[in-house]
């Protein structure tokens, strides 16, 4: 009894040695980013890590098709609203909530989950899903070399803007 509970006591010591040692080194290589915006007392604040492309083929390739993505890379992407927001046809009440996506070449599907602090989209629990709006990439000429979200103004919200390697997708957030 007593080597499995040294055994158990050197496991926990490990772990909280190693968890934060191989957080610094994810977040070295896909660092966390924060996109900001306040207008008319709606504010939204999105979390996420920066993966680069590095040469890679980008979606379709390294973020699959037809698959939910964490939006970004390390723990889930987490969007916070001040107010209550439309996100597609559904009234979304002020909280904060993990966006995942499921990209496609045709039309993306961006969800607002209830659960935060996920890890990955390998925990994504679909029942938790609140609201989901469609959204078509749109394809630019220029690279994005690191994912970035960003929010642009717009008439009674703003666009949550989701750009890397030659895609951009736009998600209208308005105030409902």
Known sequence: MKKVLLALVGLVVLAAIALPLLRKYTKSHSPEAVAQFEQNGLGITVRYSQP????????GGLVPFKQVWRTGANEATEITFTRDVRWGTQ??????????????????TALLNSQTGQWGAYTHQPAKDVAQAKAKPETRPEVTEKFTITLVPA????????????TRVSIPVRLP
């Open 52 to 59: 680069s492309k590095k040469g890679r083929e980008i979606f």
């Open 155 to 166: 008439e009674n919200g703003a666009d949550l803007q989701l750009t890397w390697d030659k």
């Open 91 to 108: 009234t979304v009440k002020a909280g904060t909530y993990t966006l995942f996506t499921i990209p496609d070449a045709a039309e993306w």
